[in-house]
């Protein structure tokens, strides 16, 4: 008699939540940048209440997380391509009157797939930015050749030949055998010296 009882729970709450839905990695579909707004396709199955696995649909409009604040006026943007990996978030409530400004609607779905939202980032596997960044304790941003290294006393800028180094008592610029370094002792400078205006002197 437990037993069955114990059984009618557990098929009475698998039975609630096959409609439930929480959070899954997903892939971004499209992007439309003037909106916030992509298309995502979550991956895995669903597992319906017959068994049968499905694929996810297609989710359109989901708006995409970007680190913001002060009314956006303060952000981080990256450019969002197709084929970028994302973590899917399934909201409780209806989106619709906070995307609407305040407009109500009739629907009353909870964690259901057209309340998502998605934050672009996810992937399967490890970057070299994130593995510098574990190894040189720094924050690290990247854009193909263009690669910044902040650390908690200095900071790094490289680009193809080019790079600009600071600590905290120098500043180095190099540019392809060129290059100025300013330090508290005085600047150096490698390379020919072209002035364009006038040359001011002061000091003993």
């Not at 359109?60 to 913001?68: A, G, M």
């Not at 209806?94 to 995307?99: I, V, Y």
């Not at 120098?170 to 100025?180: A, H, I, L, N, Y």
Request: glycine share 10%.
């Amino acid at each position: 008699m437990m037993q069955e009882m114990v059984q009618e729970i557990e098929n009475t709450i698998r039975e609630a939540t096959y409609d439930m839905h929480t959070a899954v990695p997903g892939t971004i579909a499209e992007y439309d940048a003037e909106s916030g707004m992509a298309s995502v396709k979550p991956e895995g199955t669903i597992t319906m209440r017959t068994g049968e696995k499905l694929d996810y649909p297609t989710i359109v409009k989901v708006p995409v997380v970007f680190p913001q604040a002060n009314g956006q006026k303060a952000a981080i943007a990256y450019p969002v391509k197709p084929g970028d990996g994302c973590l899917v978030i399934i909201c409780e409530n209806d989106l619709k009157p906070w995307t609407s400004h305040g407009k109500e609607t009739d629907s009353n779905m909870k964690f259901d797939l057209t309340n998502s939202v998605c934050i672009p980032g996810l992937f399967g596997e490890g970057s070299e930015a994130a593995k510098k960044a574990a190894e040189e304790d720094a924050i690290v941003i990247k854009n193909e050749d263009m690669e910044i290294v902040v650390k908690k006393d200095a900071m790094e800028a490289k680009y193809l030949e080019s790079s600009l180094k600071m600590d905290g008592s120098s500043v180095k610029m190099d540019c392809g055998g060129c290059g100025v370094f300013v330090s508290v002792t005085g600047t150096t400078i490698e390379g020919d010296l072209n002035v364009t205006g006038i040359i001011t002197g002061g000091g003993l």
